[in-house]
């Protein structure tokens, strides 16, 4: 597709169960980043990843959190143990590092998860 | 770390007129800041960047000001419509690696 795709939009689930959230970002984009946005906030980094360098794993809130992104396309961040307090919108955004380059970052539309 | 400081509170003016909404922050000023839009339930949408040694860049109806001595920047719309009503991000980025965003400003423009 022309832009960046989450999926699901919407989870649900129960305290203590792992979840997965994936992100198909722009094709050719090498940059790649995780972002938090809790009601009413702004958005938290989580993880950034850059074509085949180590990623910046300093926003992750724990170690419950954990993010990977293969082959330079496709990334997966995993919550393990939900808790209540990862209720969110995760939203995932990626970016070309080119000429003239503004650092525009290309927002999907987010998954919103809920931790019952 | 860095703080980014945008009023939480909603902005509400009437069609036509200028909206300005501020973005304050607080550790070393950033190479970089970016305005970006966002709708409910839309992710973000980038706007406009601003780089340190510039004061102002303009495109079409927004203008936004840095302004490193007061570690301030303005974001304007004229000739505000209701199609602008939306929450407003500010973002803050040193080296592209990371970026900082303030908690948005809701701007309500009544027909």
């Known amino acids: 597709g022309a832009g960046v795709s989450q999926s699901p939009s919407n989870k649900v689930t129960e305290k203590g169960k792992d979840v997965e959230l994936r992100c198909d970002p722009i094709?050719?984009?090498?940059?790649l980043y995780w972002y938090r946005q809790s009601l009413g906030q702004g958005l938290e980094f989580l993880i950034y990843?850059?074509?085949?360098?180590?990623?910046?794993k300093s926003g992750l809130p724990s170690d419950r959190f954990s993010a990977e992104r293969t082959g330079g396309s496709v990334s997966t961040l995993t919550i393990q143990r939900t808790q209540q307090e990862d209720s969110a919108v995760y939203l995932c955004?990626?970016?070309?590092?080119?000429?003239?380059?503004?650092?525009?970052?290309?927002f999907g539309e987010g998954s919103r998860l809920t931790v019952l | 770390s860095q703080k980014i400081e945008q009023n939480s509170e909603a902005l509400n003016i009437q069609e036509g007129k200028t909206a300005t909404l501020t973005c304050n922050y607080t550790?070393?000023?950033?190479?970089?800041l970016q305005w970006y839009r966002q709708d409910p339930g839309r992710g973000p949408v980038f706007l406009l960047l601003?780089?340190?040694?510039?004061k102002e860049k303009r495109k079409e109806r927004l203008k936004v000001t840095f302004d490193t001595t007061l570690k301030q920047s303005l974001f304007h719309i004229t000739a505000s419509q209701p199609a602008d009503s939306a929450t407003y991000l500010c973002?803050?980025?040193?080296?592209?690696?990371?970026?900082?965003f303030g908690s948005g400003t809701k701007l309500n423009v009544k027909p």
């Open positions: 094709s050719g984009h090498t940059a």
């Open positions: 955004a990626s970016s070309a590092l080119a000429g003239g380059y503004t650092g525009e970052l290309f």
């Open positions: 550790n070393y000023s950033p190479a970089y």
């Open positions: 601003i780089r340190e040694n510039e």
């Open positions: 973002a803050l980025t040193y080296n592209f690696n990371k970026f900082y």
């Open positions: 990843f850059q074509g085949n360098s180590a990623p910046d």
